[in-house]
């Protein structure tokens, strides 16, 4: 084995023992799910949200009080999660880690969890095709093997087609479950199969990021090197004007990203390679959608 799936398996073991933590502060009893969602008891009351489903408004209530209400509902006790990870060529790309291990990361942490709510839990791998799906079940066998998958697969794609995975789930997966995407979402066509998995699944994304792709450092010339088709480019870092259409091209590619997981009513959850990655964790258990506001 290499020293760095050594590392990771280590670091899978302290992130075992953390979520540990992070889940029992999260719930008032063994029974109690982290996530909320379309199970049989209602749990209460919050304020409608953009990307919740409409059909959950309680419409009395809400001409009570005098503001859009919907309903939560606590999930079923044997919940489903389907864990979609895109381990692409983009990425690779990493300051102090590289968004693939922070991934990877927030996939075991979010694995442990569902497995201590006695949830059920699979995985689908994506690059620019489906490499991998390990249909959900119960059980410690099941966290073993998912864990196993995390640290051993060595993908052998580097492009980026989230719309494969998500087309794939709606085929492979008839019954509604909780669908959590892990990516950069760094490819331009994902949008309306993602819109189309919302329909059936109910769905969240974390975005991954890495807060040196913001801006370019004046190092004079370079050569970029595009990490999914190889494609190299030559620039010079030392002009301002470059540096600035290159910070303007980053925010145009995040507000095209925002708005295209908004347009799909998708919930987003950012995480950074520069942050612990329990930080992002704590905000994704006390969202709105997943733990009543």
């Given at each position: 084995m290499s020293d760095a799936g050594a590392d990771?398996?280590?670091?899978?073991?302290?992130?075992?023992?953390?979520?540990?933590?992070?889940?029992?502060?999260?719930?008032?009893?063994?029974?109690?799910?982290?996530?909320?969602?379309?199970?049989?008891?209602?749990?209460?009351?919050r304020e409608y949200l953009p990307g919740d489903d409409a059909r959950a408004i309680d419409w009395k209530a809400s001409a009570?009080?005098?503001?859009?209400?919907?309903?939560?509902?606590?999930?079923?006790?044997n919940q489903t999660y389907y864990l979609v990870l895109d381990r692409s060529g983009s990425a690779a790309f990493g300051s102090s880690i590289s968004k693939d291990?922070?991934?990877?990361e927030v996939a075991a942490s979010l694995i442990f969890?569902?497995?201590?709510?006695?949830?059920?839990?699979?995985?689908?791998?994506v690059t620019d095709s489906v490499e991998r799906f390990i249909p959900a079940r119960p059980g410690r066998s099941q966290v073993i093997r998912l864990v196993q998958a995390l640290v051993s697969h060595r993908p052998s794609g580097t492009g980026t087609d989230l719309s494969a995975a998500f087309r794939f789930l709606c085929t492979r997966v008839r019954r509604r479950c909780s669908v959590i995407v892990l990516s950069d979402f760094e490819d331009p066509g994902f949008?309306?199969?993602?819109?189309?998995?919302?329909?059936?699944?109910?769905?969240?994304?974390?975005?991954?990021?890495?807060?040196?792709?913001?801006s370019l450092p004046d190092v004079g010339p370079v050569i970029l090197e595009d990490p999914e088709?190889?494609?190299q480019v030559l620039v010079d870092t030392s002009d301002p004007a470059f540096r600035r259409a290159y910070a303007?091209?980053?925010?145009?590619e995040d507000r095209r990203i925002g708005g295209s997981l908004r347009s799909c009513r998708v919930p987003e959850v950012r995480v950074s390679t520069e942050e612990p990655y329990d930080l992002?964790?704590?905000?994704?258990?006390?969202?709105?959608?997943?733990?009543g506001g």
């Open positions: 990771l398996i280590g670091q899978i073991r302290r992130i075992e023992l953390k979520t540990a933590a992070l889940a029992d502060g999260s719930c008032a009893g063994p029974n109690r799910s982290l996530l909320r969602g379309s199970g049989m008891a209602l749990a209460n009351l009570r009080l005098d503001r859009l209400v919907v309903r939560e509902y606590e999930e079923e006790r291990r922070r991934i990877l969890a569902a497995h201590r709510q006695n949830g059920r839990v699979g995985l689908c791998i949008a309306r199969d993602l819109a189309h998995l919302r329909r059936r699944h109910e769905t969240t994304a974390i975005r991954v990021t890495d807060p040196a792709e913001d088709t190889g494609e303007d091209a980053v925010v145009v992002p964790l704590r905000r994704l258990y006390a969202h709105p959608r997943y733990r």
